[in-house]
């Protein structure tokens, strides 16, 4: 029988994100503490007849060429000389282009789990290296955990790893534009930059051994997604009604997400949410994946 690996490919929040400058290139400096939870997608990967790659993904809008782990397979097989195929198999549960990184997390799972199908034998800091030809976000998801995330978000700083938190998360039923991260860094004004004191503030009270607050938690694109997502202050305030806590947007949305007590309160707010026809997921903290 063909050796078979299946990973999990965990999705991010983002517990503080802060525009600090647009570069003359046109990119922009962030600082974010970036933190992966339990809602995951799956990624199975099986050997195939040598150089074939396909991919097959329970999601159908999905299966074509840009698929990000599709992408990641083949910059692997291209630049480590690999003459070995593969069939990638994607379980999709974390909803798409909502800001929590479930594109940017199949990409490091296939990374990692291609590099353990073929016995590349390559370091973390191999698999690093190629991560920017696929997005920001894939540096951090070949370790996970919690991080610092700088430069345009790939520069990663491992953190001590947080107590396990809960939290909900929820999917506003509001219109996702195209290109959306790019409307909301073209719609940031003076006012939505700042120098990193929300991320400092937030490392700080960690590194003191305290828990996670929501009083500490900062997103530099909450006014601007206002604007792109029209429906989404509503849906916050409706979260926040029902949790009792304020709602947080998660990478540059419109996933939201509020800290709860426990399991068991995240457990009945879900069943509120979903009783209401909404999507949303109850999730917890994870520690460090390792590449």
């Given amino acids: 029988m063909a050796a078979m690996l299946e990973l999990k490919a965990y999705a991010k929040v983002n517990l503080t994100l802060e525009v600090l400058r647009r570069r003359p290139d046109g990119y922009h400096e962030v600082a974010s503490v970036m933190q992966t939870v339990s809602l995951g997608d ?27 782990a599709l992408r990641a397979a083949r910059i692997l097989q291209e630049t480590k000389g690999s003459e070995k195929g593969a069939k990638l198999r994607l379980e999709k549960a974390i909803p798409v282009a909502a800001g929590l990184g479930g594109g940017s997390s199949d990409a490091a799972a296939a990374l990692r789990g291609l590099n353990r199908l073929w016995g590349l034998g390559l370091s973390p800091e191999e698999l690093l290296a190629l991560a920017p030809r696929l997005g920001a976000d894939v540096a951090f998801f070949l370790r996970g955990g919690t991080a610092l995330a700088r430069g345009q978000g790939e520069e ?91 709602a947080h947007l998660s990478g540059s949305g ?23 026809g909404y999507q949303a997921w109850l999730a917890h903290t994870l520690t460090l994946e390792g590449a």
Avoid: M
């Fill in 42 to 68: 799956t990624l199975g990967l099986e050997p195939a007849q040598a150089p074939a790659l396909s991919l097959s993904c329970s999601d159908s809008a999905l299966q074509g060429e840009d698929n990000l």
């Fill in 254 to 276: 419109p996933s939201l997400f509020t800290l709860v007590s426990g399991q068991a309160q995240g457990q009945r707010l879900l069943e509120s949410l979903r009783g209401r």
């Fill in 156 to 246: 990663i700083t491992p953190l001590r790893p947080l107590p396990q938190a809960w939290l909900v998360i929820f999917l506003p039923p509001v219109p996702i534009p195209p290109g959306k991260t790019g409307r909301l860094y073209a719609a940031l004004e003076p006012g939505d930059f700042s120098r990193g004191e929300h991320t400092q503030r937030l490392l700080a009270h960690l590194a003191a051994g305290g828990p996670l607050e929501s009083a500490l938690l900062y997103n530099a694109f909450w006014r601007a997604a206002l604007a792109q997502f029209p429906g989404i202050e509503r849906h916050g305030r409706e979260l926040e009604g029902l949790a009792g806590a304020p």
